[in-house]
């Protein structure tokens, strides 16, 4: 049977840039649906609806000194511009969910993003301080990870763009994205969560040295 081209063969495991840890296991792994990432993150429709605007805008201007047949057909570059960057924003939408990859184990969460520049965030439970979960009425919807102070202000808003949650750049949020069940994944997420979090963690401290006697 055929296998689908990977272009991340050289992954030790799926989505991941090295094999698991003992003790570590796959809970979750998915993929941001491309049509709602289009409309949403994208703001496909807000693009679409701001050249059509910009086309009946320079018609009906037109129509003042000339036909209404020669006004459109002069603002019909507005159309075919609209057309030229909404057909750009499709290839970016496809690009980055064939090449995304959302991680849940029981003990993080992980992100390979990156359509052209390839980068995995590996996101501890115990660096995320709150899961909030946006849902739309098809099911599909969107987990943002609240970070910890310290770590959200390192993330950088651009280069996680669009798997962030929308205008936090200051305390940057990074998110599954239009993920398909969105309610059945943060119910994971949040187990495995409360579960880790709860773990007691044992830490090796280091033997007092002696003193000698004066």
Not at 54 to 77: H, I, K, N, P, Q
Not at 93 to 117: D, E, P
Not at 161 to 190: E, G, N, Y
Request: aromatic share 10%; charged share 20%; hydrophobic share 50%.
């Amino acid at each position: 049977m055929p296998h689908d081209h990977d272009d991340f063969v050289m992954e030790p495991v799926r989505g991941l840039p090295e094999a698991l840890p003992e003790g570590e296991h796959i809970l979750w792994q998915g993929q941001p649906a491309w049509w709602p990432l289009l409309t949403e993150s994208l703001s496909f429709w807000w693009v679409a609806g701001y050249f059509a605007f910009l086309f009946a805008w320079r018609t009906v201007a037109g129509a003042a000194t000339e036909t209404w047949a020669d006004a459109a057909t002069a603002a019909s570059f507005f159309l075919v511009l609209g057309l030229i960057v909404c057909a750009l924003l499709l290839v970016v939408a496809v690009m980055q969910a064939k090449s995304t990859v959302y991680t849940i184990t029981n003990r993080r969460v992980a992100m390979r993003i990156g359509a052209a520049l390839t980068m995995t965030l590996n996101l501890p439970f115990r660096k995320i301080a709150n899961a909030s979960l946006g849902l739309r009425k098809d099911g599909h919807g969107s987990i943002a990870l609240d970070l910890m102070e310290d770590d959200g202000a390192r993330l950088s808003y651009i280069m996680t763009w669009p798997h962030v949650r929308p205008w936090k750049m200051k305390h940057t949020q990074p998110a599954l994205r239009c993920i398909p069940d969105a309610r059945k994944v943060a119910a994971i997420l949040s187990e495995a969560a409360e579960t880790a979090v709860s773990e007691p963690v044992i830490e090796r401290v280091p033997a007092a040295r002696p003193v000698a006697a004066e």
